[in-house]
């Protein structure tokens, strides 16, 4: 679980006792889409005209699962709170995993969905986030 996720740089286990969700990775990666290309509908024309060269990609909207883990209500409260005030309320939620160490996912945070308290000893937020520019991904 260490070295797994780094959120804003910090290793989420060891800071917050976070861990990402079963489908959470396969949400990171699932590839982006393309803005619509330029295109022209012409009456003279049959179908239309599309102009396909150099595609760009768009922005993307998607949802990840993470879990905080925690010893005792006291941990439970700590890393709740320094979560939410270092990572969640500035909005920034910059993703780098041990599966692609040279990927960093800059995300906005939007919202959470869902949270659910299991017991003050552990916590599942479904995070909606945005990448408004894919293609800045390099560490």
Request: proline letters at 4%.
């Amino acid at each position: 679980m260490k070295d797994e996720l780094w959120i804003n740089g910090i290793d989420a286990f060891t800071r917050w006792g976070i861990v990402l969700g079963d489908t959470s990775l396969s949400a990171l990666m699932t590839p982006v889409p393309n803005k619509e290309f330029v295109s022209n509908k012409s009456r003279m024309a049959h179908g239309k005209s599309v102009i396909m060269n150099s595609p760009v990609m768009n922005e993307r909207s998607l949802s990840i699962t993470i879990y905080l883990l925690a010893v005792d209500k006291a941990d439970f409260y700590s890393k709740y709170e320094d979560f939410c005030a270092s990572v969640l309320s500035t909005g920034k939620v910059w993703i780098r995993t041990k599966y692609q160490q040279d990927v960093v996912y800059r995300m906005i945070y939007d919202s959470c969905s869902q949270f659910s308290q299991f017991e003050e000893g552990i916590a599942k937020f479904v995070l909606k986030l945005t990448e408004p520019d894919p293609s800045n991904r390099s560490s």
